[in-house]
């Protein structure tokens, strides 16, 4: 293998390595975010149970008054009942009956009353059994995710260690003005750094790379960057990564 096609195959290890970096980086950061979103759902969860708990404590202070006014007049009826035989005249009777009849409506609309807050009852706790089950949900799904998080954390620490080592070794290969070249470009353009150029263009920034840069590359010689997007580019027929390798060999089946 010549040197031009040696320092190639460095560049693109150390660009494997690079990119992989940048996957891990960007896993670590989406990965919070979504244990965050979902510490946000069980929240409002709990703020929706939270106003229940409240609608049914009003509802059942409600219950207890009704139940309190509807014990106190059944003994005003009852007591009342038994003054009846006490009437001394007709008219006293008559009005006696009329307050009776008056008390025991008013217990009938309370009664209703107490139908309409028991119904009422019944659906709050209907909505609180519903909640609570995905309360529980949420809660195994949090703590899977959560211990998930730092398990993949943990394991995205070591692997980094791992690269960090292979980058150094990798670009230690490197012969430092081409090595500069490539950190320069890293710097400045989003990933990858050095690309194939197939059929004439640039998988970098997809434009044709011009006639003579084509040739001049063709030759391999020394490391050329695409003029369009700086990238360090070399010519597909010359080195074939083990990816690109897989999918010809995926082609032609
Ligand atoms: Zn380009």
Redesign the pocket.
């Known amino acids: 293998m010549s040197l031009y096609l040696k320092q190639i195959e460095q560049l693109v290890a150390l660009q494997r390595v690079d990119s992989e970096i940048i996957a891990i980086k960007k896993g670590m950061e989406a990965a919070p975010k979504e244990v965050d979103a979902l510490r946000e759902e069980f929240a409002k969860l709990q703020a929706a149970k939270a106003q229940i708990e409240e609608k049914m404590q009003y509802l059942l202070e409600q219950a207890k008054r009704v139940d309190v006014e509807i014990t106190d007049d059944s003994l005003k009826i009852k007591k009342s009942k038994n003054k009846l035989m006490m009437a001394s005249n007709t008219k006293e009777y008559h009005a006696m009956m009329r307050e009776m009849d008056n008390m025991e409506k008013l217990n009938r609309m309370r009664e209703e009353e107490r139908a309409t807050l028991e119904e009422e009852l019944t659906r709050q706790r209907t909505a609180e059994a519903a909640i609570n089950e995905e309360l529980q949900k949420f809660e195994a799904l949090l703590k899977e995710k959560a211990d998930s998080l730092q398990a993949r954390t943990e394991d995205a620490q070591i692997r980094l260690g791992q690269l960090d080592n292979e980058r150094r070794a990798a670009g230690g290969n490197v012969p430092p003005p081409v090595l500069s070249r490539y950190e320069f470009i890293r710097s400045r353009l989003a990933a990858p750094v050095i ?1 194939p150029v197939t059929a004439g263009i ?1 998988s ?2 997809h ?1 044709s790379i011009p006639p003579q840069s084509f040739i001049e590359l063709q030759k391999g010689t020394q490391i050329l960057s ?1 003029p ?2 700086q ?1 360090l ?1 070399y010519w597909c027929e010359h080195f074939q990564t083990e990816e690109d390798a897989a999918e010809d060999t995926g082609r032609d089946v």
């Open positions: 690309v640039c970098g920034c434009i695409c369009n997007c990238r580019i």
